[in-house]
């Protein structure tokens, strides 16, 4: 079982940049693939961004390439999410989520965290 805190959200102005943690629980969380994915009012969650179990391999939706970066530690069990050049179509909920299994680019997750709300202004 792994439980995910996700925090670092807030409100910010476009252009502004955000880091986005998600502090990772229970055993053998340098196994799991993990990833972020947001849900904005109205839509379908979607995809993000995704790291291998080593960080060394990562995946980025279009709409984010070039200006958010997924990063991971795992001593301290934390993926991060580093959002810059922010768009006020960049507001959703964001969540972080681990997959034991899968393709970096498609993974079937397991664990969810709670989600933490970005919201950019324009």
């Known amino acids: 079982q792994v439980q995910l805190v996700e925090s670092g959200g807030g409100l910010v102005q476009a252009g502004g940049s955000l880091r986005l943690s998600c502090a990772a629980s229970?055993?053998?969380?340098?196994?799991?693939?993990m990833g972020w994915l947001r849900q904005a009012p109205g839509k379908e969650r979607e995809f993000v961004a995704t790291?291998?179990?080593?960080?060394?391999?990562?995946y980025y939706a279009d709409s984010v390439k070039g200006r958010f970066t997924i990063s991971r530690d795992n001593a301290k069990n934390t993926v991060y999410l580093q959002m810059n050049s922010l768009k006020p179509e960049d507001t959703a909920v964001y969540y972080c989520?681990?997959?034991?299994?899968?393709?970096?680019?498609?993974?079937?997750?397991?664990?969810w965290g709670q989600g933490t709300q970005v919201t950019v202004s324009s």
């Open positions: 989520a681990a997959a034991r299994f899968g393709n970096i680019r498609g993974p079937a997750y397991d664990y």
């Open positions: 229970g055993r053998a969380f340098s196994t799991y693939i």
């Open positions: 790291t291998s179990w080593s960080g060394g391999t990562t």
